[in-house]
């Protein structure tokens, strides 16, 4: 795999600064003024109950929604305004609750329309990626270390649950991002297949440059993973700490992991 690119930031700041970050739907605070900051190769859960905001905040993140106010600056750049292409650019990748993939085309060629995009070439696709032996190799190469080599030419849509999954991480990181907002990775996997992408995001985070944003429901996923985890609940922050802290949180306990023994 094509490792992310020279590590981002300035010595000491913050690869993401989030600061009053708002989204109001008329009465509806979704997020109601988030204040996070992410250092780069953190491995940061995002957890909270179902409408606690999670997927809003990616949404700011990423470009697909507009906020009420606040900012977020990403190495240096403010994200806000930006629409989704330029903030892949700017290296900041998404992966979303249902799979994103391309059904009809091979796991190869997935990764290869993500590759494409990343080195700007021109979009005759099938024209183009056929003649291209590089664009093949590194496509290949991704693959293999996401343990998905054998299938490369298999149409994605015959793929199973968990290695569509796989694929769609694959597909994310052939983008070279520095910060990687896992949506949910492990929703509907067999707990064989858990363990498989929890190994896997493991792996990425301890060799090599990433950035791991992650919301995820099954805890002990969040326990095995994260280096700090931040607890939503009504769209603002209710707590963030290591696993440990989490655990003997008493608020966190009765918003999220039920209510505390008496």
């Known amino acids: 795999m094509t490792a992310a690119a020279n590590l981002p930031g300035q010595p000491g700041a913050p690869l993401l600064s ?15 003024g988030i204040d996070l900051d992410v250092q780069a190769r953190e491995t940061v859960a995002l957890i909270g109950p179902n409408g606690a905001g999670k997927t809003t905040f990616y949404n700011l993140l990423s470009g697909r929604m507009s906020p009420t106010g606040g900012t977020v600056v990403f190495d240096g750049h403010e994200v806000i305004g930006r629409p989704p292409h330029e903030i892949s650019r700017l290296g900041i990748s998404r992966s979303f609750q249902i799979t994103n993939i391309f059904p009809e085309m091979t796991a ?5 329309v993500a590759l494409t995009a990343l080195h700007r070439k021109v979009l005759r ?4 990626a056929a003649a291209d032996e590089a664009l093949h190799r590194e496509a290949d190469a991704l693959l293999g270390q ?10 994605a849509g015959t793929l199973s649950y968990g290695d569509k999954r796989l694929l769609e991480i694959a597909i994310v990181l052939a983008t070279r991002p520095h910060l ?18 929890v190994a896997l995001v493991r792996q990425l985070a301890e060799s ?20 700090r985890i931040v607890v939503m609940h009504h769209g603002r922050v ?13 608020e966190v306990r009765e918003a999220y992991l039920g209510q505390p023994e008496d």
């Open 238 to 250: 209710l707590a963030q700490g290591s696993a440990d802290e989490i655990r003997a949180s008493r």
């Open 180 to 197: 990687v907002l896992l949506d949910e990775p492990t929703a509907g996997m067999t707990p064989d297949e858990t363990r498989a992408v």
């Open 18 to 32: 989030v600061r009053g970050l708002s989204k109001h739907f008329g009465g509806v605070h979704a997020v109601d």
């Open 146 to 155: 996401l343990g998905l080599g054998a299938l490369a030419a298999s149409r």
């Open 125 to 128: 696709f099938f024209a183009r």
């Open 108 to 112: 190869r060629e997935n990764v290869e």
């Open 208 to 227: 090599t440059q990433y950035t791991f944003l992650i919301t995820e429901h099954d805890m002990d996923v969040v326990f095995g993973l994260a280096q």
